[in-house]
């Protein structure tokens, strides 16, 4: 269990101090920031091949008013997850939750908005609660003992959110669905 504060002052913006798009903006000193919160987990040992682990964090952040773009995070995010090593067998069920964010725009977007082509859809700011299920599960090909070093060779497929919970984890960032990868690890 864990937990932090921690207190930013002078934050630098950009800020167009006239509200006229034609004028430049500039970076200014101004406003401060609190960013709080904690971590809770746990890992135990199921059996000699098969362990877990769960996890919670909450943060939060108090930032004074500045005029500046407010910062977007998640309040809370949870993970949870198993992994195996059974010889030749190696395999994680990896589960995560992030809840709902909101993204304030920042003021160039708004400022510059005017300018935009007609029919241009500004970003949204807030992005809702998503869930990710990762597996992985590989074959170890080849193993050998090399001085203090493992030099081996592994077969391995991972389905990045095999649930398929479509999202984006930012208002800007890509629409993600799932992935299906193959790898070959070879370690020297």
Not at 23 to 47: C, F, Q, R
């Amino acid at each position: 269990m864990t937990g932090f504060f921690n207190h930013i002052s002078d934050l630098i913006t950009i800020r167009n101090p006239t509200g006229n798009p034609l004028n430049p903006s500039l970076p200014i000193n101004g406003g401060s920031a609190d960013v709080y919160g904690g971590e809770a987990g746990a890992e135990i040992l199921i059996t000699s091949w098969l362990s877990g682990f769960a996890n919670y964090a909450y943060q939060e952040v108090g930032q004074s008013p500045s005029g500046s773009a407010q910062r977007g995070f998640p309040h809370h995010k949870v993970n949870a997850g198993l992994r195996m090593a059974w010889h030749p067998f190696t395999g994680e069920l990896l589960y995560h939750h992030v809840g709902a964010a909101s993204y304030p725009l920042s003021e160039l977007f708004t400022t510059l908005a005017p300018f935009f082509p007609p029919g241009t859809i500004l970003p949204q700011e807030q992005v809702p609660s998503y869930n990710l299920l990762n597996l992985r599960l590989g074959y170890l090909l080849w193993q050998q003992q090399s001085g203090d070093n493992v030099r081996e060779a592994e077969l391995a497929v991972s389905v990045f959110n095999a649930l398929n919970d479509t999202h984006r984890e930012h208002p800007l960032g890509d629409l993600l669905g799932t992935r299906v990868m193959g790898w070959l690890t070879v370690k020297l």
